[in-house]
Nanobody
Framework: QVQLVESGGGLAQPGGSLSLSCVAS????????IAWFRQAPGKQREGVSC????????SYADSVKGRFTISRDDAKNTWYLHMNSLKPEDTAKYYC??????????????????WGQGTQVTVSS
């Protein structure tokens, strides 16, 4: 059974850090581009970061550049989102996603066909 499971969400103070993990099961991550998206209440789902499998290029939303870092560990079938200097506007449910297109580099949700259930990140003092 193909499954993506996020973890690591929670409550953080402004300026703090959190790291999210996404563990994939039921398929081999070797040929997949991976990404993180988020959705705040009343807002559309937005792309946060993407890591292309074929060349290792990354893409970040302007709102998180310099603060968030995406990485992957194929041996563990896991990818990560390290979030620093968190702001209240980072509050959202975060989703990991994967696409069976190793050359893909996209922050468009329609390009990804595998999704996790999401993990809540709340940034508040």
């Amino acid at each position: 059974q193909v499954q993506l499971v996020e973890s690591g969400g929670g409550l953080a103070q402004p300026g703090g850090s959190l790291s999210l993990s996404c563990v994939a099961s039921g398929f081999n991550l070797d040929y997949y581009t991976i990404a993180w998206f988020r959705q705040a209440p009343g807002k559309q789902r937005e792309g946060v970061s993407c890591l292309s499998r074929s060349d290792g290029l990354t893409s970040y939303a302007d709102s998180v550049k310099g603060r968030f870092t995406i990485s992957r560990d194929d041996a563990k079938n896991t990818w990560y989102l390290h979030m620093n200097s968190l702001k209240p506007e980072d509050t959202a449910k975060y989703y990991c996603a994967a696409a069976n297109h190793p050359e893909l580099l996209s922050l468009n949700a329609i390009d990804f066909h595998l999704w996790g259930q999401g993990t809540q990140v709340t940034v508040s003092s």
